[in-house]
């Protein structure tokens, strides 16, 4: 399991990376969490009957979209826990700064980001992701609207982009919306920082903070 | 054939809810033999149950605990439900079946019946009186709202619709948010039909200090589907208790789903028949019994034990509160998303003459944007829709977000005997039958919605002139109060149980909770159960008390 989720994983960045001990640890019991039953089950079944090797990408993603939200939730989680630290530094980089001038917000964290690029690969749109990055960094001055209004194609992803961003979930379609693959992806997103509050569920301070404005 | 184990108990309670934790452990610091069963287990900790809640598609009151949910015993959200509704109008309200029962996702919010509550029948000829009236009930409301820990304004509730207090509330009110500030500086002059709007801050069971080992609300702005600190109540406060108590024995089984109660011919319970997590089935025996297994759960149970039988109140007037909202923007920020969901109300227009002819409501003013009629990705989905990008983006981000004011009504659903729980013909995981719903909207009710959305559009012009409202896209949506199906009245002809909750016919089984209520009142139930439960449990030891000690 982890060697083919190995591979797979080289392929989807597209670089070699060997993971380590601690690692392949945080991988074992991810895929040993009952609570990603469901996933480990859809995940062994596709590891069993499927070679990404043969078949491409795009039909991988197929597969993975027949089944339930658990296991595109087992097979991101597992996939950020053997791709951490994001092995592609320039690709990280160059992320980052567009994430930074498509959202707005400066300074984003980069292990945010990295794994919002992971989700974007990993999910249909995520084969136009390097063409979006492309276009995007060709024109760093123009303004957004007007260059995927040239280039309709990349127009999805970016939306998707900066949607994830923002909510934290990851859109796939017109109806779907997935649950993103890590808990910092949702406590992260920037609509909080947008509204001046705190995600739920994180403390937002002391008892009756929020009968006063928020503090600068 | 069924294994008899263990001893006589004096109770045992089946549910380990906020009604049969706050009973079991009544009896217990009583130095009573308790025995509580409960179909669900123990659920992880807090920090699990919030991972769950983020990595979960379907974001609901239920997300975090249906993972967590005993494959017999599944939640009522969950695809394997042992609940099925007809096609029709839902009933759109769950329930869980684990130990805390639906006190881990339930609201908080304390108001306390009215008066006028009580006595429907008589001052508006609509449902049906209850056998009890406020003042019976009012020393137990004190004595819950000390139980669970109810931070309240005691002077503005004293009084409120004739619903005189005896004692302060145990901690000073939550604060209002910032938002109900806005609000409070704008609703002097407005009125409804000729009422006069008044913002009232809402009781609510959630620490405005440290509270019992508990610490004070943190504003973590996520009281459902989960406090992740515990300042607000849930039943595992008085589960833990009952673990603690050092008089009388006691005992949670988890993971035990009650079957069957079996009655002798003079109608009083010999034992229970539940199977356990290993499969097989025990008989379990004790003096009393008492079942909290809420408003779906025990009228299932009644009807697969064959027990009240003849009487068609068992399982009909199924009641819940209809809540309809309305979300405006404003001129001004008003900052949601901090602190609890809601703080404050509006009283007004929970009682009236014209209760006659339409449903009573409360008000609820919201702090959490949009609410349940939309979720935050609308504003990201419609600022892209726009073509907006980078600091665009954020500041109109933060300026539709920073600018919502939600309202919301709860209302009143009448007791309809065609609104209901019966047997369906499918099975459940135990090849028992499961529960079957059969619901409606009913005129008066339908006059309730309708006389809502007046009101809030009123409330809403009025606060925020020129806002951009939205709407619900529901008819109506459930508020998770499921009542009903058990009423309490005077003899079996016109009830189930009387007053304290003792079933007609048979003298040592009880029920307690929501399924007693014989009307539903404008306001969250869980106060007015917690009290009816402190109540009974005071019966309850009387009647385990041998008769020369009593005297």
Known sequence: MNEWLHRLANRIANVTVEPTLQQRQALEAILKDPRRKTG??????????????????????????????????????????????????????????????????????????????????VEPLGDTVGAAIEVLESAPEANVASLLAQHPDIKPVVEAWVFQLYIGDTPVDATTVLPPADATAHFGALFWRAAEAHPPMLAGGYFGHWHYRPED | MAERIGDLHDVIVVGAGVVGALIACRLREAGRDVLILDAGGTLPGRDRLVENHVLTARRSPGGPYRAEADPRAPSMESDSSDVIQPPGPPFKSTYERMVGGTTWHWFGLTPRMIPSDFRLRTLYGRGVNWPIDYADLEPWYCEAERELGVSGDHAEQDG?????????????????????????SRIDALTFEGI???LVNTPQARNSRPY????????????????????????????????????????????????????????????????????????????????????????????????????????????????RALV?????????????????????????????????????????????????????????????????????????????IRAACLIEVLPDPANRVSLATDKDPLGLPKARIDFHVGDYEQAGLDRADKFLKTLLDGIAPGGSQT????????????????????????????????????????????????TSGTCNPTLTAAALSLRLADLLITELTPAEVRS
């Not at chain 1, 009957?49 to 087992?74: K, M, Y």
């Not at chain 1, 053997?82 to 959202?103: H, K, M, N, Q, Y």
């Not at chain 2, 619709?161 to 609000?183: C, I, K, N, Q, W």
């Not at chain 2, 959490?368 to 829709?385: C, H, M, Y």
């Open chain 2, 471 to 518: 709407a619900q896209a529901s008819a109506y949506d459930g508020a998770g109060h499921i009542l009903g199906t058990t009423r309490m009245g005077a003899t079996s002809s016109d009830s189930v149980v009387d007053s304290f909750g003792r079933v007609h016919g048979h003298s040592n089984l009880f029920i307690a909770g929501c399924s007693t209520f014989p």
């Open chain 2, 196 to 198: 006069p709007l008044r």
């Open chain 1, 40 to 121: 480990f089950e859809v995940v062994s079944a596709i590891a069993s009957t499927f070679d990404p090797e043969a078949g491409g990408l795009s039909l991988l993603r197929a597969q993975i979209r027949q089944h339930d939200e658990a296991a595109v939730v087992a097979l991101c989680a597992a996939l950020g826990a053997l791709l951490l630290p994001w092995p592609d530094a320039v690709l990280s980089r160059r992320f980052r700064g567009l994430s930074e001038r498509l959202t707005g917000f400066a300074s984003l964290d980069d292990r945010l980001t990295d794994l919002h690029l992971l989700r974007l690969l």
């Open chain 2, 328 to 404: 405006t923007t404003t001129d001004e920020q008003t900052f949601p998303f901090r602190g609890p969901p809601t703080t404050s109300g509006i009283d007004a227009l929970r009682d009236g003459p014209f209760r006659r002819l339409s449903a009573a409501f409360r008000v609820s003013l919201g702090n959490d944007g949009g609410g349940r009629t939309f979720d935050n990705a609308r504003i990201i989905r419609q600022a892209l829709s726009e073509g907006r990008y980078g600091a665009d983006l954020r500041d109109t981000v933060r300026q539709r977000a920073t600018r919502l």
């Open chain 2, 160 to 184: 409120l619709l004739g619903g005189f207090r005896s004692r302060e509330y145990p901690m000073t009110p939550v604060f209002s948010s910032y938002s109900d500030e806005l609000v409070r």
């Open chain 2, 212 to 323: 019992q080992g508990r610490p004070a609300c943190a504003g973590n702005s996520s009281c459902i589907p989960i406090c992740p600190i515990g300042a607000k109540y849930d039943a595992t406060v008085h589960i833990e208790r009952f673990a603690r108590v050092e008089r009388g024995r006691g005992e949670l089984r988890e993971r035990t789903v009650v079957t069957r109660i079996a009655a002798a011919e003079d109608g009083s319970i010999s034992h229970l028949e539940a199977t356990p997590p290993d499969g097989n089935p025990v008989e379990l025996h004790a003096r009393l019994y008492v079942v909290a297994a809420h408003a779906i759960e025990t009228p299932r149970l009644l009807l697969l034990s064959g027990l009240c039988r003849g009487n068609t109140h068992v399982g009909a007037y199924l009641m819940d509160h209809f809540n």
